[in-house]
């Protein structure tokens, strides 16, 4: 998949990741990059095309997909953190992730599908969409949730050879994870992994320590990955 001079969405683009993947798609020759945010005023990217874009929103995506007519590359990246637990949270803040994670993510990919044969799709999931932390239950499943969606568009678009990749990163310093003291991967560092990833037609990319990690215990039997995890985020404590 060539980035240089593509046309290049990317969504949640006014901070974080999505701000990176703006600078960093400039950088490296994308033709046209539409960097959408629910508040496009707060996109601070210069050279990109600010676009209004809620990806909760029907019509505000079909708006997208009029206004954005030539893109070749999707990047899914637009998401929230609530910090809910499954059993004693707030229904409301679970349905809301999963409203934007899974239903959000699937609504923006069938919009653009049309127009991605030998495109590409990035998801932007996490390495907690395989490891449940303490205290996110309802993101924990939604990004599994949103994986799950990953590879089965993965199936249903390779007739029309779209590239369908799912970015798996642990902590990333930016606002979302402001609150983490431990280690944390610059974006510049994830988003250069994503987008090698994309240029090398690889379905999978595990952006830092902490991804690879969590993938290579998805063969053990739960009660060692949660040992094994609890330990590890303990050193890091």
């Given at each position: 998949?060539?980035?240089?001079?593509?046309?290049?969405?990317?969504?949640?683009?006014?901070?974080?990741?999505?701000?990176?993947?703006?600078?960093?798609?400039?950088?490296?020759?994308?033709?046209?990059?539409?960097?959408?945010a629910r508040r496009p005023e707060l996109i601070d990217v210069p050279g990109v095309l600010p676009l209004r874009l809620d990806i909760t929103d029907p019509a505000s995506?079909?708006?997208?997909?009029?206004?954005?007519?030539?893109?070749?590359?999707?990047?899914?990246?637009?998401?929230?953190?609530?910090?809910?637990?499954?059993?004693?949270?707030?229904?409301?803040?679970?349905?809301?992730?999963?409203?934007?994670?899974?239903?959000?993510?699937?609504?923006?990919?069938?919009?653009?599908?049309?127009?991605?044969?030998?495109?590409?799709?990035?998801?932007?999931?996490?390495?907690?969409?395989?490891?449940?932390?303490?205290?996110?239950?309802?993101?924990?499943?939604?990004?599994?949730?949103?994986?799950?969606?990953?590879?089965?568009?993965?199936?249903?678009?390779?007739?029309?050879?779209?590239?369908?990749?799912?970015?798996?990163?642990?902590?990333?310093?930016?606002?979302?994870?402001?609150?983490?003291?431990?280690?944390?991967?610059?974006?510049?560092?994830?988003?250069?992994?994503?987008?090698?990833?994309?240029?090398?037609?690889?379905?999978?990319?595990?952006?830092?320590?902490?991804?690879?990690?969590?993938?290579?215990?998805?063969?053990?039997?739960?009660?060692?990955?949660?040992?094994?995890?609890?330990?590890?985020?303990?050193?890091l404590a």
């Amino acid at each position: 998949m060539e980035i240089n001079g593509a046309h290049v969405l990317v969504t949640g683009a006014n901070r974080g990741l999505g701000r990176q993947f703006a600078l960093s798609l400039l950088d490296r020759g994308a033709g046209r990059v539409y960097a959408t945010a629910r508040r496009p005023e707060l996109i601070d990217v210069p050279g990109v095309l600010p676009l209004r874009l809620d990806i909760t929103d029907p019509a505000s995506i079909a708006a997208a997909v009029a206004a954005a007519p030539d893109v070749k590359i999707v990047i899914n990246n637009a998401g929230i953190s609530t910090g809910t637990d499954l059993v004693t949270g707030d229904l409301g803040e679970i349905r809301r992730e999963l409203d934007t994670h899974f239903f959000g993510t699937l609504n923006v990919i069938r919009a653009f599908a049309p127009q991605l044969a030998d495109g590409a799709i990035l998801n932007v999931l996490s390495a907690v969409s395989w490891l449940a932390v303490e205290g996110a239950g309802a993101y924990h499943a939604a990004k599994a949730a949103e994986w799950a969606l990953t590879n089965h568009v993965r199936l249903e678009l390779a007739h029309r050879r779209t590239l369908v990749t799912g970015l798996h990163l642990g902590a990333a310093d930016t606002d979302m994870m402001a609150w983490y003291d431990g280690d944390k991967t610059a974006p510049e560092v994830i988003v250069a992994a994503a987008l090698d990833g994309i240029a090398a037609d690889r379905t999978e990319v595990l952006a830092d320590a902490w991804s690879r990690q969590v993938k290579a215990w998805l063969s053990e039997d739960p009660s060692v990955i949660y040992r094994e995890a609890a330990a590890a985020l303990a050193s890091l404590a």
